[in-house]
């Protein structure tokens, strides 16, 4: 886990020392307290602003140096646009792009002037908690295997361990203090979800994830654990089929949350694919770019930073959280291709190909799901097929779904908070390319719609009308490009977006 900055609010007062962070809209226009500034420098700043060509632009920036009369060591203008077509998603971007123009030679503390040019005095209570949790995100990195101290001003380790405080001064900042709390919780979510992702398969096996969603108990969630002993005693010959060329031994995971009390009824369930690595089995991978196949378990690290920040912020619902762990080696006692296997549903399956593992791991977990809990929905998330960034790149997750309301939920709470997911089909025809010869089902059903073969697979293990949503997170879940709010390889992909799901459609 990387330090992260505090952050606190205070209302607004005249800064003289430091580095000070102020906005400008389109012109530019200098917010209030930007305006004295300018006046009390002599007009530097807007100066260096028609010097600079600096007009406000969103993800611009002025940056002065040991501004003349200010006392500043450094005065940094944020463009912005126009603050009044911001969104939450703006304002959390907003503290992303503050955070990256933070380095460590700022020293250890920052002020933030979060004000509307026109509107000094306006409360920005939500606001100010999103541009909190951006600068959260933001000042994330993995740097805990790093021992050598960083060398230039880029390096991330410098970049994150120097700054340390952030104030942000803003009309109300008791609201501000009030909304971060939740905000909070959501970005130690993301932030231990990113942590699981990044984390190398020789530390962080099933056993470890196991104990990593055990901690989740000091929240106030049940968490239980089920052994390769407690699996066999399951049926969940199809989760544990993968596990088998591994010497580390297949887990599952189960956190519970009851926010809602008995009267809230039946959980969401969220469902989790915990690969813990992905050499793909007998039917192995090429070396190019199996390292990345650490991030196999990057639903499963969903499940667990989003049941955190559940737990966190005493949310007013009640969900499960399972996930399926296990390591996909080839050995002499890996499953094989050709091998006919049962699931816990009953139904068989015939192992074509090795790789094709995740669906195996689902299978049985959404199963459990369904007969132990009887959700109201299940959402599953899985680093599923790499014809999923054929078909969406890394911008959209894959969406597919028995209900439609549900989809559009899903979409919603996608465009709201960025990690959006695009919807694909399901049909009849897809399902038949999955027939085997020899069993129930096959494990692959070709070359083509790969993404939509997988999803029909993980469909014939949802009973009847369970309103089921699945995610194929293999484009956004990891190996991610860098984002105002991520610059961190594994990106926390689904904890936001099912945050934001659960806060809109199942708290009251
Ligand atoms: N974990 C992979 C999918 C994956 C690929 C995740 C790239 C992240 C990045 C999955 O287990 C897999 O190997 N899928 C196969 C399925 C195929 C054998 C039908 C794939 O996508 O090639
Ligand atoms: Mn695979
Ligand atoms: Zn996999």
Redesign the pocket.
Known sequence: MSKTTTVSFAKPSPVKQGVLVILAERGPVLSTSGKALDKASGGAVMRAAKQREFKGKKKTSLDILVPEKLGLSRLLVIGVDQLKDYAGKDWLELGGVIRGKLSGRDGPAVTLVLERPKKPRESVGEEAAQVALGTMLRGYSFDKYKTKAAKNKNDSVKNATLLRRLTIQCANPAAARRAFAARKALGEGVILARDLVNEPANVLGPKEFAAQARKLSGLGLKVQIHDEKALKKLGMDALLAVGEGSAKPAMMAVMTWQGAGTGGGKPVAIVG?G?TF?T?GI?I?PAA?MG??K??M?GAACVVGLMHTLGARKAKVNAVGLIGLVE?MPSGTAVRPGDVIGSMSGQSIEVL?T?????LVLADVLWYAQEKFKPKCIVDL????????VALGKEYAGLFSNNDELSENLSRAGEATGEKVWRLPLGAKYDDMIKSDVADMK???GRYG??I??AQFLQRFIQNDTPWAHLDI??T???APKRDVNTSWGPGFGVRLLDRFIADYFEK
Do not use: F, Q
């Open positions: 694919k690969v992905d793909g039917s991978k770019g990345d196949m991030g196999d990057a996909n190909n790789d094709a593992e995740g669906r899985a680093t599923l097929t790499g014809a999923i960034l494990n692959i059903g790969g993404s073969t997988a293999a484009g879940g990891m190996a």
